[in-house]
């Protein structure tokens, strides 16, 4: 269960992915190709090289683009691939 709880390090992986840490040591590799269809504001993260640009800002994962993900969301995504 997400608890306010912040991404404390991003590490690139490969493709789309993302390695996640949170503050309390949950972590997981998450493939953000779903996102990518999501609207105008993802668009821009199809380019490989603009996706890579990804930095923790306000505790969750973001684009330069002010594109980002719900932390709780990618928390609930950390705890079901920890869980697999």
Do not use: H
């Not at 821009?44 to 306000?58: C, S």
């Amino acid at each position: 269960m997400w608890n306010l709880n912040d991404i404390k390090q991003i590490e690139y992986k490969s493709g789309y992915s993302f390695l996640i840490v949170f503050d309390d040591g949950i972590s997981a590799v998450i493939d953000f190709s779903d996102y990518l269809r999501r609207g105008p504001m993802f668009a821009p993260l199809r380019d490989p090289a603009y996706f890579r640009q990804a930095r923790i800002e306000g505790g969750t994962i973001a684009w330069p683009n002010g594109a980002d993900i719900a932390p709780e969301s990618l928390y609930e995504k950390c705890e079901s691939a920890a869980t697999r």
